[in-house]
T-cell receptor, first 109, second 116 residues
Framework: TQLLEQSPQFLSIQEGENLTVYCNSSSVFSSLQWYRQEPGEGPVLLVTVVTGGEVKKLKRLTFQFGDARKDSSLHITAAQPGDTGLYLCAGSGGGKLIFGQGTELSVKP | GAVVSQHPSRVICKSGTSVKIECRSLDFQATTMFWYRQFPKQSLMLMATSNEGSKATYEQGVEKDKFLINHASLTLSTLTVTSAHPEDSSFYIC????????????FGPGTRLLVL
């Protein structure tokens, strides 16, 4: 069974701080997606990483896929209150998405 | 592009009744759709995979007779919660995978079900 361990599960920081969320697995994924979800809404796709070692940037968000395609990280620079939400990583495996536990991020002004 | 809608967005029903939730891919064809359940502050739990024109594949522990899934066309899948009980109250989310062979799933906005 493929599992994705996401950490931390909860993160409360002040505006302007940096943070990193990690997703780790013992399995190899063909691709990995990061989503952001706000309360009462569905997840919104932020990025898909496919190639081992790949780094993608989306404004203040930097996503990295591990060389072995077993892990990924999301780094947010100078977090803002608008970044508050649930961040989910999900790996593609067997035609399905395997989700991490999620990271509940709260950025206080 | 890649918009997925769900209807209704919220539903309140009495215990023992059945509720149908629709999931539509609006601007693409989806050979595969997925149904998830989510509890507050938790991640998504896959319930079943729905393929157009064939029976759904249910995850372990999900009752197929309670959660009926129909994927009658390339743009529509429905989830029917039969004889709903309060413990079925949850946030149900569908997603759709494009028929272009990509792995990315596009999620609907979710349906909040409350069973009284």
């Amino acid at each position: 069974t493929q599992l994705l361990e996401q950490s931390p599960q909860f993160l409360s920081i002040q505006e302007g701080e940096n943070l990193t969320v990690y997703c780790n697995s013992s399995s190899v994924f063909s691709s990995l997606q990061w989503y952001r979800q706000e309360p009462g809404e569905g997840p919104v796709l932020l990025v898909t990483v496919v190639t081992g070692g790949e780094v993608k940037k989306l404004k203040r968000l930097t996503f990295q896929f591990g060389d072995a395609r077993k892990d990924s990280s999301l780094h947010i620079t100078a977090a803002q209150p608008g970044d508050t939400g649930l961040y989910l990583c999900a790996g593609s495996g067997g035609g399905k998405l395997i989700f991490g536990q999620g990271t509940e991020l709260s950025v206080k002004p | 592009g890649a918009v997925v809608s769900q209807h209704p967005s919220r539903v309140i029903c009495k215990s023992g009744t059945s509720v149908k939730i629709e999931c539509r891919s609006l601007d693409f064809q989806a050979t595969t759709m997925f149904w998830y359940r989510q509890f507050p502050k938790q991640s998504l739990m896959l319930m079943a995979t729905s393929n157009e024109g064939s029976k759904a594949t249910y995850e372990q522990g999900v009752e197929k007779d309670k959660f009926l899934i129909n994927h009658a066309s390339l743009t529509l899948s429905t989830l029917t919660v039969t004889s709903a009980h309060p413990e079925d109250s949850s946030f149900y989310i569908c997603s759709a995978k494009s028929d272009r062979g990509q792995e990315t799933q596009y999620f609907g906005p979710g349906t909040r079900l409350l069973v009284l």
